[in-house]
């Protein structure tokens, strides 16, 4: 799962956002990997940056932002849905936001 990954998709609550971003995943041990992103919504013409933890628990993931430029993040462990297959990589966390990312 780590690598370089460019955002194919995002979605909030079932509607789809248009979105750019790129993203690497930086392993830390096992189940357990950093991440740097860059998000830009194109709505709204904003750039947010997003460092954090990806974690495995079980059968289970948490994402936990630690740095951001984004003041409507949730603090704390969010669960995240995760499933690789191949080269894509889908992501969904209990607030309603979806992304599809594709390595690179």
Partial sequence: ???EYVLASFTYQGMAVPMSG???LTPLGDGRFQFQTVLTNHSINVTSQYGGFLEEQGANWTT???QTNDPSVVPGPVPTQVQLDGSTLRVQNTYG???VWQKQ
């Fill in 1 to 3: 799962m780590a690598g």
């Fill in 22 to 24: 790129a993203m690497r």
């Fill in 64 to 66: 936990t932002v630690v």
């Fill in 97 to 99: 936001q979806s992304a």
